[in-house]
């Protein structure tokens, strides 16, 4: 979780100095967008690690007050950013921004149903395969052991 929040960190100083330094919005846009990967990455692991179900059967208390005060200090830094896109950008960028953003995360997660689907036509392909080898390769043995034996 530190190392997402240090990526959001280090990406939103570069992006706070490039406009401070008279840049524009498009000559940091690298930057926003590793700012916004390291937000969703942290999200993510926040959430697969109140998921895990190591932790519940282990016992183990995640640590709730880090992981609010790490995402408190993304939401600030993105109202930040927020407030220098309506500022500095065009107008409606930040709207634009934020729709853009949500069509790209449906766009993630349809493809990621699609890895996992095809991820498991591969699986029950391999079964079949091994199936019909080891099927085989029992009658195959019976035939020889019938005439053989």
């Known amino acids: ?30 930057q926003i967008g590793q700012f916004v990967g390291a937000e969703e990455d942290l999200k993510a692991k926040a959430e697969a690690k109140k998921k895990s179900p190591f932790n519940k059967f282990m016992g183990k208390d995640t640590n709730d007050f880090e992981e609010f005060l790490a995402l408190d200090k993304i939401e600030q830094q993105k109202a930040q950013l927020m407030s220098h896109m309506r500022l500095y950008g065009r107008p409606g960028l930040y709207d634009s921004w934020v729709e853009y953003q949500g069509k790209a995360r449906s766009a993630r997660k349809a493809a990621l149903r699609q890895r996992q689907k095809e991820a498991e036509e591969m699986q029950e392909i391999i079964f079949w395969v091994a199936f019909v080898a080891i ?4 009658i195959g043995y019976g035939i020889y052991w019938w005439y053989f034996q």
């Open 1 to 30: 979780m530190l190392a997402e929040l240090a990526a959001a960190n280090a990406a939103f100083g570069i992006i706070k100095s490039a406009i401070s330094n008279g840049k524009e919005l498009v000559d940091v846009g690298k």
């Open 135 to 138: 099927a085989w390769g029992g």
